[in-house]
């Protein structure tokens, strides 16, 4: 439905986009996330065409967009600058794109439509007020609700969130793709909150340096990370990795020999690796391959705790539940473990990038 083939831009010397590939499906949500500087919005900008790439195509349903003016995209951006008018109400901020020739309700049906909507993002009882006198969260959801009040064939959202609180995100973020117009409607949604991206997105892309990295659901982004960098971009506390060599019978040998974990590498012994597992992953109770270390520092968070443990030189962190760390404390011996089926293994980072992943045999 979107359709982005090799798309490069650049400003002056920096290369925002970089042959940047990307394919939304018709009716999906999908997330880009990637970090600040990534090429996020120059992309969002480009499929809006309020940046001509440089080159590249942009289809919408299949049609290319060259030389097809931004109102005749149909589709709706919403910016991070918000792009509200201040003096307005936030009423009339919603009702704006209503009163375009091309969207134009008759006024009793476009008064109906704000206020669902308003309600919708829990700012029907701002509507009388100046933008200008909202709090950033909020103007953050009237720039919103502009771009949710009118059919579009397209949503395409820029960090939509990310100026309200932690709480009020939360919400918002379990409300967003219940709302009708949401589901109906093809929405690229922009984020540098990997916990957002998995939250909502059918699929994921991941971007970085104006390119997508890997495409996938959450659970192929998850399970199945192309490399170190996007196995680091999800999961907090982030995933360990710890560097060592591929044995003869396909394990994995740290340095100082002190972790021995049975990897199945598809590789040939002596190869350079990081092996990858997820502090969930780790446990101080469940079944599974044996590690022994000390504790080097506990940490309550919420309901479970991450004990970050010594294991030879490296330190490793795990996420237990609380009741499995009662009475740990700094230096005490630890035994830990790992199901093989939650390893993962990489190439080691070189000066070419982040090291891909390796498979199992
Ligand atoms: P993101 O939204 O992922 O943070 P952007 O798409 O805004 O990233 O920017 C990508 C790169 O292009 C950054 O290095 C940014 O500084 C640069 N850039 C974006 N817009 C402009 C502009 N109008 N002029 C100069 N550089 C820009
Ligand atoms: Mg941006």
């Known amino acids: 439905m979107i359709g982005l083939r090799g798309i490069s831009k650049s400003y002056g010397p920096v290369t925002a986009l970089d042959g940047l590939e990307l394919d939304v499906r018709e009716g999906e949500f999908f997330c880009l996330l990637g970090p600040s500087g990534a090429g996020k919005t120059t992309t969002l900008k480009t499929i809006a065409g309020l940046e001509r790439p440089d080159s590249g195509t942009v289809l919408l349903d299949g049609e290319d967009m060259a030389g097809v003016e931004p109102y005749d995209r149909g589709v709706a951006m919403c910016f991070e600058s918000f792009a509200l008018y201040p003096h307005k109400s936030a009423y009339d901020n919603l009702a704006s794109p209503l009163r375009s020739p091309r969207h134009r309700l008759p006024a009793a049906e476009a008064r109906d439509r704000v206020h669902a909507i308003a309600e919708l993002l829990g700012i029907g009882f701002l509507l009388d007020r100046p933008v200008g006198l909202l709090s950033n969260g909020q103007r953050q959801r009237v720039a919103l609700g502009r771009v949710l009040v009118r059919p579009a064939r397209a949503f395409l959202l820029d960090e939509p969130l990310s100026h309200l609180d932690a709480k009020?995100?939360?919400?918002?973020?379990?409300?967003?793709?219940?709302?009708?117009?949401?589901?109906?409607?093809?929405?690229?949604?922009?984020?540098?909150?990997?916990?957002?991206?998995?939250?909502?997105?059918?699929?994921?892309?991941?971007?970085?340096?104006?390119?997508?990295?890997?495409?996938?659901?959450?659970?192929?982004?998850?399970?199945?990370?192309?490399?170190?960098?996007?196995?680091?971009?999800?999961?907090?506390?982030?995933?360990?990795?710890?560097?060592?060599?591929?044995?003869?019978?396909?394990?994995?040998?740290?340095?100082?020999?002190?972790?021995?974990?049975?990897?199945?590498?598809?590789?040939?012994?002596?190869?350079?690796?990081?092996?990858?597992?997820?502090?969930?992953?780790?446990?101080?109770?469940?079944p599974g391959h044996e590690l022994t270390g000390s504790v080097y520092v506990t940490e309550v968070l919420g309901r479970s705790v991450e004990v970050t443990v010594r294991l030879g030189g490296q330190h490793v962190s795990l996420v237990a539940p609380r009741g499995d760390t009662a009475g740990l404390r700094p230096d005490d011996p630890v035994r830990l473990t790992v199901r093989p089926e939650n390893l993962l293994l990489f190439e080691a980072d070189g000066p070419e990038g982040p090291g891909r992943r390796i498979g199992k045999r």
Request: hydrophobic share 35%.
């Open 168 to 286: 009020l995100r939360q919400q918002m973020r379990a409300e967003l793709k219940a709302i009708g117009a949401v589901q109906r409607t093809t929405t690229l949604y922009v984020t540098h909150d990997s916990v957002e991206a998995l939250a909502l997105g059918d699929r994921t892309g991941v971007i970085r340096d104006g390119r997508i990295v890997q495409t996938g659901t959450r659970e192929e982004i998850w399970y199945e990370p192309r490399d170190t960098e996007v196995a680091r971009a999800f999961g907090r506390p982030r995933i360990n990795l710890l560097p060592g060599t591929v044995t003869e019978d396909g394990g994995f040998r740290s340095p100082d020999g002190k972790v021995e974990l049975p990897v199945r590498a598809a590789a040939p012994a002596g190869t350079e690796v990081l092996v990858g597992v997820r502090p969930r992953d780790l446990s101080l109770t469940a």
